[in-house]
């Protein structure tokens, strides 16, 4: 009988957090879809003509919605691939030759965290507009107008690469700290591997999950980042759904409900992809 009381406490304490846990899950699930849901029933339902999802169509057709979601895609990617070079080789570097800067290092990357948006955008603007003129006797001057093309401002991938620099970095010093990168740099320098070879084949396979979750915070600051592509004269899909909400307001809840979409959907496939590798 004793055996039996001391199992059933045991059994009912165990139950508990996983009541708990069920609670916290619903309230959290109900925090998020709730939202969603009230916003997919205000771009299918209307009081004159019920529900249609003339809304979604019209999508597809709007101008510009091609246009600026392929130059967010390709901003995108160009900033994760320009980060993730930047970073990683000088993470490798001051990790397996100096540590001490890992400090200076650190303090460099979260810096845009602390420095606002709408200054960061004010000194590109004055930057840019100063550089024209300086530039403008010299062969430079294209260089610094092709930077500004509106097809694909590189300028704007320069100004992402920054803001998402500290978060790409703790990514990135997260995964770092979970292999011995000394012993494996060594074991294949030893066997006679380049370092590009160390770099491709040793270091970023041990780096998979780092490399995904900087990937997907890169690819989530850029699709929804307005205010530097705003001031700037740029017009990605961030700012397209922002112009397009002054005039159609169910237009621009269903662009944002697809946005978000896209974003679940190209995320799962990068993880898809990752783990597939990872399994292999």
């Not at 709730?34 to 101008?63: F, Q």
């Amino acid at each position: 009988m004793v055996a039996l009381t001391g199992l059933e406490r045991v059994s009912g304490t165990a139950a508990r957090p996983r009541v708990w846990r069920g609670v916290v899950f619903l309230l959290a699930a109900a925090y998020f879809l709730i939202p969603l849901g009230a916003s997919l029933w205000y771009t299918v339902y209307t009081p004159t003509a019920g529900v249609s999802l003339s809304a979604y169509g019209e999508l597809l057709t709007a101008e510009g919605f091609i246009r600026s979601l392929a130059l967010s895609l390709s901003l995108a990617a160009a900033t994760i691939v320009l980060v993730l070079l930047l970073a990683l080789p000088a993470m490798l570097a001051v990790r397996l030759f100096a540590p001490r800067l890992r400090p200076v290092m650190e303090v460099l990357c979260t810096v845009p965290l602390v420095v606002p948006p709408i200054t960061f955008v004010a000194g590109i603007g004055t930057s840019l507009r100063n550089g024209t003129e300086a530039l403008a006797p010299t062969p430079f001057w294209g260089t610094l107008i092709a930077m500004q093309d509106p097809a694909f401002p590189v300028v704007l991938v320069l100004a992402y690469v920054v803001l998402v620099l500290p978060f790409v970095y703790r990514s990135l010093d997260a995964g770092l700290r979970t292999m011995d990168v000394r012993t494996l740099v060594e074991a294949a320098r030893n066997l006679g591997a380049s370092w590009p070879y160390v770099l491709v084949r040793v270091i970023v396979p041990n780096l998979r999950s780092a490399l995904a979750s900087a990937s997907f915070l890169t690819l989530a600051l850029v699709l929804g980042e307005y205010t530097v592509a705003s001031l700037l004269g740029y017009e990605p899909f961030a700012v397209w759904i922002v112009t397009v909400s002054g005039s159609k307001g169910q237009l621009s809840v269903a662009v944002s409900i697809l946005s978000l979409l896209l974003i679940w959907l190209l995320l799962l496939a990068v993880s898809t992809i990752f783990g597939k590798e990872k399994g292999k």
